[in-house]
């Protein structure tokens, strides 16, 4: 039962791919609204306060979705 045995890298690990899977998808989404703003500037308006808030629910989405995986894997082994 090698699984069971507490694994702080372990834990350290995951914890820092899990900020990073935030940045990535916070940081993807922004530069995506930004790209789309400035090609469609006369078309779509979009505040930089509402492309925050976009990129953070889908940033939290993301998450959600990481976090379940992650437990999903957990369960099948």
Same mark, same amino acid.
């Given at each position: 039962?090698?699984?069971?045995?507490f $694994?702080?890298?372990? #834990?350290?690990k995951?914890i820092? +791919?899990? /900020?990073? *899977?935030?940045?990535?998808s916070?940081?993807? %989404?922004?530069? +995506?609204?930004?790209? +789309?703003?400035?090609?469609?500037?006369s078309?779509? %308006? /979009?505040?930089? $306060? %509402?492309? #925050?808030? /976009?990129? *953070?629910a +889908?940033?939290?989405?993301?998450?959600?979705?990481?976090? /379940?995986?992650?437990?999903? !894997? !957990?369960?099948?082994?």
């Amino acid at each position: 039962m090698q699984e069971n045995r507490f $694994d702080p890298l372990g #834990i350290i690990k995951q914890i820092l +791919v899990f /900020i990073a *899977v935030s940045a990535i998808s916070f940081g993807w %989404t922004m530069l +995506v609204l930004l790209i +789309v703003s400035f090609v469609a500037l006369s078309y779509i %308006t /979009i505040k930089l $306060d %509402t492309m #925050i808030l /976009i990129s *953070v629910a +889908v940033m939290l989405l993301f998450d959600a979705a990481y976090v /379940i995986g992650r437990i999903r !894997k !957990k369960n099948r082994h």
